[in-house]
């Protein structure tokens, strides 16, 4: 009789954590959601929210609860999805920590609440947030970049910026989405064109916003497609010029 051998017992424990780049439009700039750190390990600095995965949950189920004890946000009102997952040695100093980052777009979310280990939230300019001397703690400057870079992509080749849209909202409302975002100016009559004739991205209200000065602007509302074909690329005809000093938001 053949007896199996118990399961290996890992040398190393590993534990698993969640963080979330929460990005919004406020005041002509992309922001992201940062907490104060209330304990060790950097007291008193300035991070992504996040924490410990519990046993009983998933990853999905750790970022919605998270989002919630550290920020008062509801994750059900965003659009939400897995960034990548980060696991250098070293990035936590508690111990050998891997990480999965979380991206979460909404439209000019209100002032975060904090609670639990996060003594303040709040919203910073990414740009201001990746400049030099702003020290995020562990190795959030570098899943912030990369959660910039996703965000840029993603306006490419889906609809999703239109999860910064309140809706109804007109198509200068979404172009400045994409100005602010790409960091460059978008021909609007180009950038027109190409939104309302991509199938299923807007879809008419019916409505117009009455405006101080020209024609009311025509209303829409997301139209449920995730995949825009062709793709709006950043490089393509939409692009007008670089915006001031040419530099884009989240610094470099």
């Not at 991070?47 to 946000?73: F, Q, S, W």
């Not at 209100?110 to 702003?134: I, K, N, Q």
């Not at 790409?182 to 879809?203: H, M, Q, Y």
């Amino acid at each position: 009789m053949t007896h199996s051998a118990p399961p290996a017992v890992p040398r190393f424990p590993v534990s698993v954590t969640v963080d979330l780049v929460i990005f919004t439009v406020r005041d002509d700039a992309l922001h992201v959601l940062l907490v104060e750190r209330g304990k060790q390990p950097f007291l008193g600095g300035s991070a992504l929210p996040g924490g410990y995965v519990r046993p009983d949950e998933g990853l999905d189920e750790a970022a919605l609860r998270e989002l919630r004890e550290e920020t008062g946000l509801d994750g059900n009102r965003l659009h939400l999805e897995q960034l990548r997952s980060y696991g250098t040695p070293g990035r936590d100093p508690r111990g050998r920590v891997i990480t999965v980052a979380y991206l979460a777009l909404g439209p000019d979310l209100p002032v975060p609440v904090a609670g639990t280990d996060a003594a303040h939230a709040f919203w910073a300019p990414v740009e201001d947030a990746l400049g030099a001397g702003f020290g995020l703690s562990f190795d959030h400057a570098t899943i912030l970049a990369d959660a910039v870079e996703r965000a840029r992509s993603k306006l490419e080749y889906t609809t999703v910026a239109t999860s910064f849209c309140r809706e109804p909202f007109t198509v200068s409302d979404l172009r400045h989405v994409y100005e602010v975002i790409w960091g460059i100016s978008l021909d609007p009559s180009n950038f027109r064109r190409k939104v309302t004739k991509t199938a299923g991205f807007l879809e008419p209200t019916g409505e117009r916003r009455t405006a101080e000065a020209g024609r009311p602007a025509a209303l829409y509302r997301f139209g449920g497609a995730e995949v825009m074909y062709p793709p709006l690329l950043r490089s393509g005809d939409i692009a007008r010029k670089a915006r001031g000093t040419g530099s884009e938001p989240g610094g470099g």
